[in-house]
């Protein structure tokens, strides 16, 4: 995340928070739910020097009511995974148990061939320390045809490694092409870069998915901290009592069909964005956004980052 665009002494006073409203959930297309709001892992376990920081913001994370995580194979070569896995385990020794978690990782492209998926998803859950992972995602589409790597996965869920499975930076023909190959359908979310600086998707990916049910899981919601930046929304932020990340983030939510997972590691910005997630904007509010980022009115190409 960027740094806050507010100094300390300008910075609005925060509601208290309150951990124990649930967090909203969104449904599944085969009617199980996961969380709308969780935590990025990105760049994480790239620096062995930032291992016990990057450590202590997971265990706070954890402490704080996070149930969704997101990872992938590819960031820090397996140090983001190694991570999860090391802050997850003592809590599930605790009173946390597993089923409270919803579990994200991703396969590299190279790695998504049938037999390539199944040995890639294992190394991922011995890293995570995990039985299972709640949602397997193709990171990106590369070379491997994607009855392959369905193919993978349907293994990996026929052996209870992976409850669901899904796609990562695909564009609405990418999805129309997946779903025209057997067991396509099954296909239970897409990860996109999405936020109030990136809202190409609206044209005609978002509503696609939310007709057919697909969860658009939003990365770099806060635009990977440029939003703290934006003049005109820590403006209408700090007359909202808000920061200018909080709005962003509470946008992503008022969204139908979308998940937001954010990435930080600064503990103050863990407890705001996780009260951004349980914050209703008005309809005057979200008026005000769509006049400072108006909304696509031409098909634009999917941002990826």
């Known amino acids: 995340m960027g740094r806050a665009v507010c100094s300390s002494a300008a910075r609005p006073k925060m509601p208290a928070m309150t951990i124990d409203v649930p967090l909203p959930k969104i449904s599944l297309p085969d009617g199980s739910t996961?969380?709308?709001?969780g935590l990025g892992t990105w760049r994480m376990g790239e620096r062995r020097a930032a291992r016990s920081g990057e450590l202590a913001t997971l265990r706070l994370a954890l402490e704080l009511g996070y149930r969704l995580f997101d990872t992938a194979e590819m960031y820090g070569e397996g140090g983001a995974e190694s991570l999860l896995g090391e802050a997850f385990a003592p809590a599930l020794r605790g009173p946390l148990r597993r089923d409270e978690l919803f579990v994200v990782s991703k396969v590299y492209p190279h790695h998504a061939g049938t037999q390539d998926a199944v040995a890639a998803c294992e190394r991922s859950l011995r890293r995570l320390r995990l039985d299972h992972l709640d949602l397997y995602l193709l990171h990106w589409r590369g070379?491997?045809?994607?009855?392959?790597?369905?193919r993978g996965f349907e293994q990996l869920q026929a052996r209870g490694l992976i409850r669901h499975w899904g796609v990562s930076n695909f564009d609405l023909d990418d999805l129309q092409e997946l779903q025209a190959v057997p067991g396509g359908m099954a296909c239970a979310a897409n990860q996109v870069w999405y936020s109030l600086g990136r809202r190409g998707v609206e044209f005609d990916?978002?509503?696609?998915?939310?007709?057919?049910?697909?969860?658009?899981?939003?990365?770099?919601?806060?635009?990977?901290?440029?939003?703290?930046?934006?003049?005109?929304?820590?403006?209408l932020a700090v007359r909202l009592g808000r920061t200018p990340g909080q709005?962003?983030?509470a946008w992503t939510l008022a969204r139908p069909g979308?998940?937001?997972?954010?990435?930080?590691?600064?503990?103050?910005?863990?407890?705001?964005?996780?009260?951004?997630?349980?914050?209703?904007?008005?309809?005057?509010?979200?008026?005000?956004?769509?006049?400072?980022?108006?909304?696509?009115?031409?098909?634009?190409?999917?941002?990826?980052?």
Do not use: C
Not at 34 to 37: A, D, I, L
Not at 205 to 222: D, E, F, H, R, T
Not at 258 to 286: G, H
Not at 288 to 305: S, T
């Open 247 to 249: 709005l962003a983030l």
């Open 205 to 235: 990916l978002l509503p696609w998915q939310v007709q057919w049910q697909v969860p658009l899981m939003a990365y770099s919601p806060i635009d990977q901290g440029a939003l703290a930046e934006h003049a005109g929304l820590a403006a």
């Open 143 to 150: 070379a491997v045809p994607l009855h392959e790597t369905l």
């Open 34 to 37: 996961m969380p709308r709001f």
């Open 258 to 305: 979308v998940v937001s997972i954010p990435k930080s590691s600064d503990p103050l910005r863990l407890r705001q964005n996780l009260e951004a997630a349980r914050w209703t904007l008005s309809a005057e509010d979200l008026a005000a956004l769509d006049r400072l980022f108006p909304p696509p009115r031409r098909k634009q190409a999917l941002a990826v980052g």
